[in-house]
């Protein structure tokens, strides 16, 4: 569970930077802090081996709730992330089963042997959820991590595509050795075709205005035998 704290501190950090939440995040850091020196007091000072175990399970329980509750806000644009909602998911069930065992252990007295060796229920399923929640945690981070990756691509894209409108230009691409045009539909706006129009250079170049026709074909002349860079013939 100590491990698996620190992971929920760091994810809580990332979700947060992530979704861009107007929320502190340096409290989770107190989280720890706290369950550190908990668990030197009880281990150190005043040997209480059920108190420490039940510390460190409210430590993780906080961060849990709070990873959930993060996991589950939405984003500015109202969209709440499937992958966001299914680490959200875990993280919900470990907290119920965290809660289970922080007061198993806050009530312990029993037998500091037993507790230590025995092989409860409750420690089997604290263990298991534990795993769980650490693969969880490293699955929803690395998706995470991809998600932000895509989002800041279609968010450059998007503005690439309002600049480029906005100035009358496209982008195409020709396979130089077939002589086939992809592009899209700002460039058939540009010239004035629709997408049943042959997207061949040929057949572009016949649409062009008498007077271009020439440096043109010059152009992909020059760029075909010498291959030289496209900016640096314009």
């Given at each position: 569970p100590s491990f698996i704290?620190?992971?929920?501190?760091?994810?809580?950090?990332?979700?947060?930077?992530f979704k861009q939440l107007?929320?502190?995040?340096?409290?989770?850091?107190?989280?720890?802090?706290?369950?550190?020196?908990?668990?030197?007091?009880?281990?150190?000072?005043?040997?209480?081996?059920?108190?420490?175990?039940?510390?460190?399970?409210?430590?993780?329980?906080i961060l849990l709730a709070a990873n959930?509750?993060?996991?589950?806000?939405?984003?500015?644009?109202?969209?709440?992330?499937?992958?966001?909602?299914?680490?959200?998911?875990i993280f919900a069930l470990s907290a119920a089963v965290f809660a289970i065992r922080f007061?198993?252990?806050?009530?312990?007295?029993?037998?500091l042997n037993e507790l230590i060796l025995g092989n409860s229920f409750i420690q089997g399923l604290s263990y298991f959820m534990s795993s769980i929640t650490g693969i969880g945690t490293s699955i929803g981070f690395l998706?995470?991590?991809?998600?932000k990756y895509i989002t800041q691509y279609?968010?450059?894209?998007?503005?690439?595509q309002t600049a480029q409108k906005a100035a009358g230009m496209s982008p195409y691409m020709t396979d130089l050795q077939t002589g086939e045009t992809t592009n899209n539909d700002e460039v058939n706006q540009i010239y004035g075709v629709d997408s049943t129009f042959p997207h061949r250079v040929e057949n572009f170049m016949?649409?062009?205005?008498?007077?271009?026709?020439?440096?043109?074909?010059?152009?992909?002349?020059?760029?075909?035998?010498?291959?030289?860079?496209?900016?640096?013939?314009?």
């Open positions: 704290l620190l992971g929920l501190a760091v994810y809580y950090h990332a979700i947060v930077k107007m929320i502190p995040t340096r409290w989770s850091c107190a989280v720890v802090l706290f369950c550190l020196v908990g668990n030197f007091y009880f281990l150190e000072i005043h040997f209480n081996l059920a108190a420490k175990v039940a510390v460190t399970t409210l430590s993780v329980l959930r509750w993060a996991a589950f806000y939405k984003q500015a644009d109202g969209h709440c992330p499937m992958t966001h909602r299914l680490t959200g998911g007061f198993y252990y806050a009530n312990w007295t029993g037998d998706l995470m991590c991809n998600e279609k968010q450059t894209l998007e503005l690439l016949a649409i062009l205005h008498p007077g271009d026709k020439e440096r043109i074909a010059k152009f992909f002349q020059t760029l075909v035998e010498k291959r030289e860079n496209f900016c640096a013939l314009e």
